[in-house]
């Protein structure tokens, strides 16, 4: 028999070593003074998740995070500073967010006059530092921009403008995002260590091929690299490469409303549109109407539809709630429809970096088209195939 000093040293030594397997937690701040806060309601956005920062009546706030890894965190305000109203039935432009970069254990200073915002001065011991320096020329540049598209189409503000205002205006916003640009693009080939450059590959994904994305990636040092936001740009490379035109459709299977398991390779000697698209999603839904037409027109000559939905709610009972509430309301029942979720992660084994996404996949199972938006291509291309 084991003794119970026994099993409370192999109960330890067992939580010790997944303990191990944890990325480690490193305690960090972010803290500073506002001018000018006293309408504000402050945000900051990390994961995809928001939480509401305190502010005392000093515009002091302290924000302690538990952080394993490089991430940003993205400040907004969600009243404070001026939204800009686009018309009369009140459609409104949110104010831009102002990020911030941060390694774990950093010190991070963030003070601002909300005024000014998004401009700001960020100071820190590592990436925090770093930003902080190109900061001073984006902050500049966002503000102005920001301010300059107000005096342009804010409905209860907008002034009427010369062309030659609305030249100088321009001209002095590409003048500025010139001058940013310029500076990140010496900082980025000058400081491969730096996660700055990683996130500045990481942007480029959605539209620059992968050969490009691969050599700038490469160009990266090993720690960034091997980081787990390294291994994340990783994987997306990867994934757009694996789900490009010309290239074989990453298979993939899924529940339908009615419970049943489909494949994409159950669909092979036929023509298959892929459609990504939310409930939540305006142009997803705009363009319904239009691949209903699509489907009456050739899916009795061979033309099947997958639509995959994604959303954005917590729980799994209100993704599929919205789901089948917005497959009815749009009338796209003849469709086949997955939901993708966590577990089944269509979305990003295809890189969808837009809503809606769609995707032509041939008989032989080889990606033929690939559009974001309206995709008027497809029309094109379905006609050829069928009407040759």
């Known amino acids: 028999m084991v003794s119970g000093m026994m099993k409370k040293t192999m109960i330890t030594l067992v939580l010790l070593g997944c303990a191990f397997l944890l990325p480690a937690q490193t305690k960090t701040t972010v803290q500073g003074r506002i001018e000018n806060a006293e309408n504000l309601r402050l945000y900051y956005y990390l ?3 928001s939480y509401p920062v305190s502010v005392d009546g000093d515009g002091r706030y302290n924000i302690e995070l538990d952080l394993s890894d490089f991430t940003i965190i993205k400040f907004s305000p969600l009243t404070g500073y001026p939204s800009i109203t686009l018309n009369k039935e009140g459609a409104h432009r949110p104010a831009p967010s102002m990020p911030v970069y941060i390694e774990p254990g950093e010190q991070v200073t963030v003070d601002f006059d909300l005024q000014k915002w998004p401009m700001a001065q960020i100071k820190g011991q590592k990436v925090a530092r770093e930003w902080g320096k190109l900061y001073e020329a ?20 907008k002034r009427d403008l010369s062309p030659e205002e609305q030249k100088q205006m321009d001209e002095e ?4 995002r010139q001058k940013y640009n310029g500076q990140l693009q010496e900082f980025c080939a000058t400081h491969p260590d730096s996660y700055i450059s990683l996130e500045q590959v990481s942007q480029k994904v959605r539209k620059n ?12 040092s090993r720690r960034i690299q091997e980081s787990e936001p390294g291994q994340e740009l990783l994987a997306r490379i990867t994934a757009k490469k694996n789900s490009s035109v010309g290239v074989a459709a990453p298979d993939f299977s899924g529940l ?16 298959v ?31 099947e539809f997958i639509h995959i939905a994604n959303e954005y709610q917590k729980k799994l009972e209100e993704k599929k709630e919205k789901w089948l509430a917005a497959i009815k309301e749009d009338q796209i029942g003849a469709f086949t429809h997955i939901l993708n979720t966590a ?30 938006g309206e995709a008027p291509e497809l029309d094109r291309m379905l006609e050829k195939i069928f009407f040759k």
């Not at 009615?258 to 036929?270: A, F, I, M, P, S």
């Not at 939310?278 to 142009?283: E, Q, T």
């Not at 699509?294 to 033309?303: N, W």
């Open 138 to 157: 984006y902050g500049v540049w966002i503000h102005t921009a920001y301010e300059n598209d107000r005096a342009k189409r804010d409905y209860n503000r």
């Open 256 to 271: 339908t409303p009615e419970g049943k398991e489909v494949k994409l390779t159950d669909y092979r000697g036929k023509y």
């Open 47 to 49: 994961n995809e998740e």
């Open 273 to 303: 549109v892929i459609d990504f698209w939310g409930s939540w999603c305006h142009a997803c839904r705009h363009s319904h109407p239009h691949m209903r037409e699509l489907y009456e027109k050739y899916h009795s000559q061979g033309l």
């Open 173 to 176: 916003v590409a003048a500025l």
């Open 343 to 372: 577990d089944n992660d269509i979305v990003k084994v295809y890189n969808i970096q837009a809503f809606p996404t769609k995707i032509l996949v041939s008989p032989t199972g080889e990606i033929l088209g690939r559009w974001e």
């Open 209 to 220: 091929p992968v050969e490009e994305l691969m050599t700038d990636f490469n160009r990266l």
